[in-house]
């Protein structure tokens, strides 16, 4: 049975800090994170199968209702169309300062927020990103009983990824969700370090 018990269908939002993903992704691998940029649609679909049995037991349906992507207008617009094609609701984000800083985060966080007392209620939240900046964000879903997801690529701070409830590992996901791999039960419980690691 799986760590979650009780449920037939999980009602998830899902919160993409595009820069960050992406930048990240373009250090590690261009293919990927030019997959991850121009099919949303592949991975997403990718989210909404994994690893179900594995965190709530056989026969029960991930369903994504909300899909939000925060991406800076002027660094990526290329990628835009692909996202809305994906259903997503996409935030500009273009930088407000000479540094270029975005207001992703601050959208980002406000939208959590508002959405635990959306009328759906929403059992996960869904966070593509790596910013060690939500950790408070991540700590006051866990304390409205939410469960929390993350996927951050390359290092991420271990107060971060102690916050969450589960992490996507960042190989799998590239493995599976950016290409044609049959994908599989290869999300890694944040219960300690070690299994963290060792999934």
């Known amino acids: 049975m799986g760590r979650f018990a009780g449920f037939e269908e ?57 899909r939000m992507c925060y991406l800076n207008p002027q660094r990526y617009q290329e990628f835009r169309y692909h996202f809305i094609r994906g259903a997503f609701q996409v935030v500009d984000c273009p930088p407000l300062t000479n540094q270029g800083k975005t207001s992703t985060d601050i959208h980002l966080v406000m939208d959590c927020m508002d959405d635990l007392s959306h009328s759906t209620r929403f059992d996960e939240f869904i966070i593509l990103s790596g910013d060690a900046d939500f950790t408070p964000l991540l700590i006051r879903l866990q304390e409205h009983a939410r469960r929390t997801l993350v996927l951050s690529v390359g290092y991420s701070s271990p107060a971060y990824t102690a916050a969450a409830s589960w992490r996507i590992r960042e190989d799998w996901f590239i493995q599976q969700a950016l290409t044609e791999e049959r994908p599989s039960d290869g999300m890694a419980s944040l219960g300690s370090a070690d299994s963290a690691q060792n999934w």
Do not use: C, Q
Not at 27 to 48: I, N, Q
Not at 52 to 66: A, F
């Open 10 to 66: 999980v009602y998830s939002a899902l919160y993409v800090d595009f820069d960050n993903i992406y930048t990240r992704f373009l250090e590690m691998d261009p293919d990927a994170a030019r997959a991850f940029g121009t099919m949303p649609h592949r991975w997403v679909k990718w989210l909404e199968i994994h690893a179900l049995r594995m965190l709530y037991g056989d026969g029960v349906r991930r369903r994504i209702l909300k």
